[in-house]
């Protein structure tokens, strides 16, 4: 069975264990049925996510020319703080931004490889925890709009991290933590504008991923130094595959891709 197309993160659906989707223009495929199986994955070439032309991919999916115009490559998508719909101002496109920036984001802890803070739209709960390996997460506050989130993200990663080792997340080298009381312990460092949203008696979420057998060492798979990679699938973690030689392929990094995966 082969398919073929521009490779997009993968579409996920909570469940136990969680279900993943590699999206296609004209078909799907439940990854969670491969496991076990051998896996046979080629690059053909570049499509930018935004413009569709066959250029080299610059970051999350797009060429370059399009990723320093277009909105959804703007600096307030990494940095929440920096977003300003909410004062009427425009970065690179004020109707974008505002439908983007002026809904409900939740600042959240997350416990992938260690305890982080993070920020979310709130309709992306759960997908945002899941998309980073996370096992275990609770939200800290709730706020109506991007900027909030952002100055609560950055009050609090003073006090915990903001990052995840991919590598100890995906070696699954992690220990339980208590959500709650972190949540609780964070709360003093909420600025003033978001204090009011602080979200109070509420239970973390616990995820469960679709793995046979964790890597003891990583050997990162780019398809652009390595066109061509055969292996036989043992899980599937955040955004990754997981090869029984231990080989982790980062499908959301490879966004633009145009490969051909074929199930032997």
Same mark, same amino acid.
């Given at each position: 069975?082969?398919?073929?197309?521009?490779?997009?993160?993968?579409?996920?659906?909570?469940?136990?264990?969680?279900?993943?989707?590699?999206?296609?223009?004209?078909?799907?495929?439940?990854?969670?049925?491969?496991?076990?199986?051998?896996?046979?994955?080629?690059?053909?070439?570049? !499509?930018?996510?935004?413009?569709?032309?066959?250029?080299?991919?610059?970051?999350?999916?797009?060429?370059?020319?399009?990723?320093?115009?277009?909105?959804?490559?703007?600096?307030?998508?990494?940095?929440?703080?920096?977003?300003?719909?909410?004062?009427?101002?425009?970065?690179?496109?004020?109707?974008?931004?505002?439908?983007?920036?002026?809904?409900?984001?939740?600042?959240?802890?997350?416990?992938?490889?260690?305890?982080?803070?993070?920020?979310?739209?709130?309709?992306?709960?759960?997908?945002?925890?899941?998309?980073?390996?996370?096992?275990?997460?609770?939200?800290?506050?709730?706020?109506?709009?991007?900027?909030?989130?952002?100055?609560?993200?950055?009050?609090?990663?003073?006090?915990?991290?903001?990052?995840?080792?991919?590598?100890?997340?995906?070696?699954?080298?992690?220990?339980?933590?208590?959500?709650?009381?972190?949540?609780?312990?964070?709360? !003093?460092?909420?600025?003033?504008?978001?204090?009011?949203?602080?979200?109070?008696?509420?239970?973390?979420?616990?995820?469960?991923?679709?793995?046979?057998?964790?890597?003891?060492?990583?050997?990162?798979?780019?398809?652009?130094?390595?066109?061509?990679?055969?292996?036989?699938?043992?899980?599937?973690?955040?955004?990754?595959?997981?090869?029984?030689?231990?080989?982790?392929?980062?499908?959301?990094?490879?966004?633009?891709?145009?490969?051909?995966?074929?199930?032997?």
């Amino acid at each position: 069975m082969k398919y073929e197309g521009v490779l997009t993160k993968m579409q996920t659906e909570v469940g136990q264990p969680i279900q993943y989707y590699l999206v296609f223009p004209t078909d799907f495929l439940n990854v969670n049925q491969l496991l076990d199986k051998k896996v046979k994955i080629a690059f053909q070439g570049y !499509q930018c996510l935004n413009c569709e032309l066959n250029k080299k991919i610059y970051r999350q999916g797009y060429c370059y020319d399009c990723f320093f115009e277009i909105p959804q490559a703007a600096d307030w998508i990494m940095r929440p703080e920096l977003s300003t719909a909410h004062l009427d101002k425009e970065d690179r496109d004020l109707t974008y931004e505002k439908k983007v920036q002026l809904q409900p984001h939740v600042v959240y802890l997350a416990n992938s490889s260690n305890v982080k803070v993070g920020v979310t739209r709130k309709s992306q709960v759960p997908t945002r925890w899941i998309d980073q390996g996370a096992h275990e997460a609770i939200e800290i506050v709730e706020v109506p709009n991007r900027y909030l989130a952002g100055i609560t993200e950055v009050a609090l990663k003073e006090h915990v991290a903001d990052k995840t080792n991919w590598r100890t997340m995906l070696k699954n080298e992690i220990i339980d933590q208590d959500l709650v009381a972190w949540r609780d312990k964070l709360q !003093q460092y909420i600025p003033e504008e978001a204090a009011s949203y602080f979200i109070a008696n509420n239970k973390e979420t616990n995820l469960e991923f679709p793995v046979l057998q964790y890597p003891k060492k990583l050997k990162s798979l780019n398809l652009e130094k390595t066109p061509t990679f055969e292996g036989i699938l043992k899980g599937i973690k955040g955004q990754y595959l997981l090869f029984e030689d231990n080989t982790v392929f980062n499908v959301r990094g490879s966004e633009g891709y145009v490969v051909s995966i074929q199930i032997n």
